[in-house]
């Protein structure tokens, strides 16, 4: 059992979408910020998105800005991502977390729970 588990990666040509899900088997974890992040072959981790717990602010890296939309449903414990013109360099394994502070600094180190990941890879 882990706070958060992946699902909805997969294999998708270059132009194409898929849309990611983050389950918290824990109620409380609707009130942490939310983020993705994600791990492409032999590269460090690196920031994707994030979300306030209400939903109310977002912030994505330069790399899927306009292409990648995060969002929540507290109702469902879940939070989504949604890639849409995926390019090859979207490769990745990708890593739901919280922060349970606040709105902190993407950086890995602030964000204290993960999920173990779900593949995503993008062919040419």
């Known amino acids: 059992q882990v706070p958060l588990v992946e699902s909805g990666g997969g294999l998708v040509q270059a132009g194409g979408s898929l849309r990611l899900s983050c389950a918290a088997s824990?109620?409380?974890?609707?009130?942490?910020?939310k983020g993705w992040f994600r791990q492409p072959p032999g590269k460090e981790r690196e920031f994707v998105a994030a979300?306030?717990?209400?939903?109310?602010?977002?912030s994505y890296a330069d790399s899927v800005q306009g292409r990648f939309t995060i969002s929540r449903d507290n109702g469902k414990n879940t939070v989504y991502l949604q890639m849409n013109s995926l390019k090859p360099e979207d490769t990745a394994v990708y890593y739901c977390?919280?922060?349970?502070?606040?709105?902190?600094?993407?950086?890995?180190?602030?964000?204290?729970?993960w999920g173990q990941g779900t593949q995503v890879t993008v062919s040419s």
């Open positions: 977390a919280s922060d349970p502070v606040g709105w902190r600094s993407p950086d890995v180190s602030n964000y204290d729970y």
């Open positions: 824990v109620r409380t974890f609707n009130y942490y910020t």
């Open positions: 979300i306030t717990w209400n939903g109310g602010r977002t």
